[in-house]
């Protein structure tokens, strides 16, 4: 399954849009968790415990989304966007969308740079054979 | 007696907790850039962009994949008493600022990172989310945190993207 956030795909051209696929998760931190950063928050730095808690969010919900896109039998989810909100005190949503597309490879026969660095001269109307 | 008691629990220990928080906070966020200016070295080669689209993709190479990383920083004892401090007059939190920038370099790098060794180098549609957990933006109380989320697409692109942008 090919994620990625960008509307196009180079290599491929979309032939079917199967529509939105998502995957949401609401995730609370434990009390001890909750302590530990506060300590550590004297001092300031990475609170390794919250960041785990998103981490672990972000796949939950990532894998949800991917598992409708496959049921649906998509290729790729494409154009995914991320978002949160912070319902309660106690708890952080994460919800992950995209569409999902079936794919066809493009057979690409653009011409190569023959020098690094400089692009191929486009085709003129020179080149077109005549007659 | 109590008086020597009040005069710990309400000026002593909150002191304390301040100079700890100053020269600690210091060390963490000086330790932090240090390393980040370092692992900048690593994946400089990188082309990261937030646009749409792919500048120069080559599709044979490697198939596109999105990457992602998150950071939750705390904000110290100290900056955070600044911040209040601040609050009350208002104008430019410089302490708040420092952190978040940050914040997001590190997410940033991340991304680049997790591209770089996936074999890509490119990143392209980066987005920058702050996220709230648990409604702390919002907690008085508590000292402030704060929480990036980074993602975006790696890709295969040809050695000259960089000159590409320009023309």
């Known amino acids: 399954m090919i994620v990625v956030n960008t509307e196009s795909l180079p290599g491929y051209e979309i032939i079917q849009s199967l529509g939105i696929v998502q995957g949401n998760v609401v995730r609370a931190k434990h009390m001890g968790r909750d302590i530990a950063a506060s300590f550590k928050n004297i001092v300031g730095g990475e609170l390794k415990g919250y960041t785990e808690l998103l981490t672990e969010a972000r796949r939950d919900a990532s894998s949800r989304m991917i598992a409708q896109a496959e049921e649906l039998g998509a290729d790729a989810v494409m154009n995914v966007r991320f978002s949160t909100s912070a319902i309660t005190q106690g708890a952080a949503e994460l919800y992950v969308y995209g569409t999902a597309v079936k794919l066809a490879a493009i057979e690409a026969d653009e011409p190569r740079p023959a020098v690094e660095g400089i692009p191929p001269p486009l085709p003129t109307s020179q080149e077109v054979p005549r007659g | ?167």
């Open chain 2, 1 to 167: 007696m109590s008086h020597l008691l009040l005069f710990l629990v309400y000026f002593v220990v909150p002191l304390l907790l301040l100079v700890i928080a100053f020269f600690g906070g210091n060390a963490i966020a000086l330790n932090h850039n240090k390393r980040l200016e370092a692992r900048q070295q690593l994946v400089d080669h990188i082309r990261i962009t937030d646009l749409k689209g792919y500048i120069r993709p080559q599709p044979g190479r490697c198939t596109p994949g999105l990457f992602c990383a998150e950071i939750t920083l705390g904000i110290d004892h100290f900056r955070g008493f600044l911040g209040k401090l601040k609050n009350i007059l208002g104008g430019e939190v410089k302490s708040y600022e420092k952190t978040l920038d940050r914040a997001r370099r590190e997410a940033i790098l991340q991304v680049m990172e997790q591209a770089h060794a996936a074999g890509m180098n490119a990143v392209t549609n980066l987005r920058l989310e702050f996220v709230d957990i648990s409604g702390n933006a919002n907690r008085a109380k508590k000292a402030a945190m704060v929480t990036i989320m980074a993602y975006g697409t790696g890709y295969c692109s040809e050695q000259d993207a960089r000159d590409a942008i320009t023309g």
